[in-house]
């Protein structure tokens, strides 16, 4: 009921290019999904997020797209850079009640010049 | 979101030795708390909830009386990792609740 599953778990990408990181979960409770860029020897940082009652969120390069009643959802990275290689986290919490992040597995992400 | 500031960001110490790790919200009033430990490669895993003013909530595997988790005022939590030991060599990262969930810059622990 708490998992959250994300694939793939490394992807690679070419300058240019699209990236996109899938997650699934079980928890219908749950009410907020961010997405979290981090770095080597960083904290995870807050790239977007997204709550239930859209189904699209768009901000800058970075997409994510919902489907409540498929219980998905996912990044989309467009134009990805070099500087866009890190690791990146899908979570899901039940931010009302003030609950803990569900954390997915990640994603290692290459972007080749 | 919060702006959160943990520290150190590295710390080296001796088999045996306690280490203390500190995470402020300065602009937050954070009731809440979390504290993670990153494995190299791996996902963050939940260690801890920490609600000033009282005890804090382990997660199952967790000892509490090696991680000492004290959240005595609404802009400070600390960790204390007690009688450290090399397999407690790990990247440690705190979180507060608020805004959405913000992170610590982590704080690489490594025991001799």
């Known amino acids: 009921q708490q998992q959250v599953k994300q694939s793939p778990q490394s992807l690679i990408v070419q300058k240019g290019g699209i990236s996109i990181i899938n997650c699934a979960y079980e928890?219908?409770?749950?009410?907020?999904f961010p997405w979290y860029q981090q770095f080597p020897g960083k904290g995870p940082a807050l790239l977007i997020a997204?709550?239930?009652?859209?189904s699209e969120k768009k901000e800058g390069r970075f997409t994510i797209s919902f489907n409540k009643s498929a219980k998905q959802f996912s990044l989309h990275i467009m134009d990805s850079q070099p500087g866009d290689s890190a690791t990146y986290f899908c979570?899901?919490?039940?931010?009302?009640?003030?609950?803990?992040?569900?954390f997915g597995e990640g994603t290692q992400l290459t972007v080749n010049p | 979101g919060a702006v959160v500031s943990q520290h150190p960001s590295w710390v080296i110490c001796k088999s045996g030795t306690s280490v203390k790790i500190e995470c402020r919200s300065l602009?937050?009033?954070?009731?809440?708390m979390f504290w993670y430990r990153q494995f190299p490669k791996q996902s963050l895993m939940l260690m801890a909830t920490?609600?000033?003013?009282?005890?804090?909530?382990?997660e199952q595997g967790v000892e509490k009386d090696k991680f000492l988790i004290n959240h005595a005022s609404l802009t400070l939590s600390t960790l204390t990792v007690t009688s450290a030991h090399p397999e407690d060599s790990s990247f440690y990262i705190c979180?507060?609740?608020?805004?959405?969930?913000?992170f610590g810059s982590g704080t690489r622990l490594t025991v001799v």
């Open positions: 979180s507060v609740a608020g805004y959405g969930y913000t």
């Open positions: 928890n219908t409770a749950f009410d907020y």
């Open positions: 997204i709550r239930p009652d859209v």
């Open positions: 979570a899901a919490s039940e931010e009302t009640s003030g609950s803990r992040l569900t």
């Open positions: 602009d937050f009033q954070a009731t809440t």
């Open positions: 920490s609600n000033e003013g009282s005890k804090a909530t382990y």
